[in-house]
């Protein structure tokens, strides 16, 4: 009669294991970062958003500046170059100061582990492009030789 037969406990314990175990490997690829490291990567990619939105912001103020000084000529295309160039100015003003607000909310919510995506920020800054767009086309439209 086989060890594995018998009914003495102590010689089940001491009965070779039917599968042998394999060694433990941890799982392959780089190492886990910590909640920390995560938390500082998470903050580093939030400024980059933030920058983003600052040079955003530069880029349409600066395009409004150009399209409200060289939009002379006849009175239509410089009323319009105006209008549409200060439109704008404070499309980029608003940018800037929505960055900050994105930025100071996104941060907070990093730190307290509440991270949600603000999906109306994105549709609406979205539609000011596009509106920035029409605007810009019918300026070209309705006073070509001015611009």
């Known amino acids: 009669m086989s060890q594995l037969e018998s009914e003495d ?8 294991p039917i599968v042998p175990e394999l060694p433990r490997v941890d799982s392959p690829g780089p190492p886990r970062e910590s909640v920390r490291d995560a938390a500082v990567r998470d903050h580093l990619a939030n400024e980059r958003t933030l920058l983003a939105w600052q040079r955003t912001a ?7 500046f150009v399209v409200d000084r060289f939009a002379l000529g006849g009175s239509t295309g410089a009323l319009l ?3 549409v160039g200060l439109g704008l100015i404070v499309l980029g003003g608003a940018a800037a100061a929505l960055g900050v607000q994105r930025y100071m909310r996104t941060s ?37 030789n001015t611009v």
């Open 9 to 16: 406990p102590a010689a089940l314990a001491k009965a070779p």
């Open 58 to 64: 530069l880029a349409a103020i600066g395009l409004g």
């Open 81 to 83: 170059g105006s209008v």
């Open 108 to 144: 907070q919510q990093i730190d307290t582990d509440t991270y949600r995506p603000a999906l109306l920020v994105h549709v609406i800054v979205a539609g000011a492009i596009v509106v920035a767009a029409l605007a810009l086309v019918a300026l070209l439209v309705l006073a070509p």
